[in-house]
């Protein structure tokens, strides 16, 4: 490692340590529900809101967690973050009911929601441009982590210690990360610092987009399972698409709006943008399909099925640490448009091996897939951020960010749509979902394929 990465290094650690604690304790928690529910003396439907309350608030305050940070300053609102996090673990930690458990679940979906927002604008904005590339491939690598070690992590420490044990491992590192950003807090220095001093918030749009987004997310969290004639469901997002279209039309008229607009003038930003809601919306459709397949048509069980996920994280850790290498001689766009090929040929040479015996084609497939998923979310991030200005950085964070878990919710309901459709128990219904999988990875590269031009990075 040269000397330049070396001083970069503290801020690189404190944003891989966000993205890595935001997915750990999305997932950390599945294992333990049960022990949780038991505990309390409460049913699945009760206990679910533990998850739910947490994953509703990330994605909810994500455009307002950006913007803030514009104003605030990216390193006090960062390290607000995780001081926020980390306290509010404690207090799951040590939660007497489930009505504290969702409280403080809530409190730490508020922490999570900034240190999943900041970090890809902290990377854009405070790392020389040839760093940026490792920077952003040691965020991802992290994330992937997180989301490998979660569902184990669980199970051994709620069945060795408790399930309280699952918040507390986060209080000693939320505490060495606040200390490392203070005493390196000149790498987070703002070079261009607000030259207005007045605080001025969209209180209206902020207020607007958190429950338009709230009401979109529950819509279509729980669509599957109440569907759309359910009379609470349709009027939820009869309520949500009111509430969108007023923040549209406030954002339009607003001198300083929640969301500028005008960012979607940009053709790449837009395409750019849109290959990530897609490519995330595959993400979240095949983690939720495909231990179907497994189980019923390979009859694999949960341990099976848990390794080759297991195959998949470590293939899309070990490639987003080496995007970090080769961002520095190949354009963005280009690596993006490579993953969206692919991911596509991943996906088509599945469904034309899904009728075979064996599982090396499986395993080939989470590989690959982990190759082109690695590759094109982490230089998708380095293109996004690339188009943001000096005084927008978190506001663009926080739209991309929002946009990936919108198309992660979108892609389960899509999928599970399809699948049930297609008669949901014989290979049918995994060969038509994969087909609707097929073209959405081919929509993606196609868009990272028009976003290469001399104007982008």
Known sequence: MN????KYLPLIISTAAASFMVNLDTYIINVSIPAIAADFLVDKADVSWVVMSYNLLVVSLLLICGKL????????????????????????????NLGQLIVSRIIQGIGASVLYALPQAIIGKFLPKEQRGMGFGMSASAAALGIMLGSPLSGLITGLLSWHWIFLINIPVGVAIILLITKNADLFQEQNPVADKKFDFDITGSILSFF???????????????????????????????????????????DNPLVDLSLFKNKYFTAGNFAMFLISAFLAGNNFIMPFYLAEIKHFSEVQTGSLFVIYSASYMTFSLIYGKISKKIQATKVSSLAGVLSTLSVLLFMLNIKQDGFAYIIGFFILLGISFSFFITSNNNFIMAQAKENNAGAVAGLHRMTGRFGMLFGVVIFEFIFSFTNNIHLNGYLYTYAAGLLICLTSGILSMFCISDKTV
Not at 3 to 6: G, P, S
Not at 81 to 94: K, M, P, Q, Y
Not at 225 to 251: D, K, R
């Open 3 to 6: 000397e330049a990465a070396k």
């Open 69 to 96: 940070a514009d104003k605030i300053g990216l390193k006090k609102l960062f390290t607000f973050g995780f001081v926020v996090f980390t306290i509010s673990s404690l207090l799951c930690a040590f939660s007497q």
């Open 212 to 254: 338009a987004i709230l009401g979109l997310c529950f819509w279509l969290n729980r669509l599957n399972s109440l569907g759309f004639n359910n009379p609470f469901m349709a009027g939820i997002f009869a309520v949500s698409v009111i509430l969108t279209l007023w923040f549209i039309v406030h954002c339009l008229k607003s």
